[in-house]
Structures are given as structure tokens and as C-alpha cells.
């Protein structure tokens, strides 16, 4: 019933900021444990931010201070700011949801939902 929608992406230079959006229809995101990952050529997916249906957030160690996740759930999306960008940021990014309780937020294994990805490119 979920469909996700990323958007935001784009190319920057380091040190710059960004703000992906992800957009999600045929159902509301206000129960779903939500999450952002990505994953770079030849390295394996990996979360990055993650937050509950309650509000808690995580933050992986790499993007701490950096990023931020968000959601309005009367918009029915989901955000993730993005500052201070560094190359190795370089990567498609992809919004990810799931109903059930999720353990670990980070782990995208335990996510049902998943968008098609949007491109950031953080050039030095």
C-alpha cells in the first residue's frame, strides 16, 4: 500500500547543504518506523538516520551533528537536512518505512518500504 518518493537530491560542493524530502502515499506514515540509507558504488547499503513512529531518532556515527531526520506526519513525509557535506557523502539515498517494531533503525533489512532513491553528489 506504501509508496515512497525521494526528492531533494542533487549535485554540491563540500560543505554545502541539502535537504531531502520523502514523500509517502497510499497509506500514512504516522505508525511506521522511518529511515533514511544509501549506498555508494562498491560499498554496501547503509542507514544513516533513522526515526520511530514515537519520535526517537539515531543517527549513524558517520553523519552525527551533521544531519538531521524529521517527519510531519500531517504532511505525511519525511526529511532528512543535510549540512556540512563531505564527499565521502557521495551516494543514492533512499527513504525507507516499516509498520512493524523495528529493533534496530538502522538496519535496512528490517525495512518493507522502500523509494527508488535520489542521487547526492558532493563534489570537494
Known amino acids: 500500500q506504501v509508496q515512497l518518493v525521494e526528492s531533494g537530491g542533487g549535485s554540491v560542493q563540500a560543505g554545502g547543504s541539502l535537504r531531502l524530502s520523502c514523500a509517502a502515499s497510499g497509506y500514512t506514515i504516522t505508525y511506521y518506523s522511518m529511515a533514511w540509507f544509501r549506498q555508494a558504488p562498491g560499498k554496501k547499503r547503509e542507514g544513516v538516520a533513522g526515526i520511530r513512529s514515537g519520535g526517537y531518532s539515531r543517527y549513524a556515527d558517520s553523519v552525527k551533528g551533521r544531519f538531521t531526520i524529521s517527519k510531519d506526519n500531517t504532511k505525511n513525509a519525511l526529511y532528512l537536512q543535510m549540512n556540512s557535506l563531505k564527499p565521502e557523502d557521495t551516494a543514492v539515498y533512499y527513504c525507507?518505512?516499516?509498520?512493524?517494531?523495528?529493533?534496530?533503525?538502522?538496519?535496512?533489512?528490517?525495512?518493507?518500504?522502500w523509494g527508488q532513491g535520489t542521487q547526492v553528489t558532493v563534489s570537494s
Open positions: 525507507a518505512a516499516e509498520h512493524t517494531v523495528v529493533a534496530d533503525i538502522l538496519e535496512s533489512s528490517l525495512f518493507s518500504f
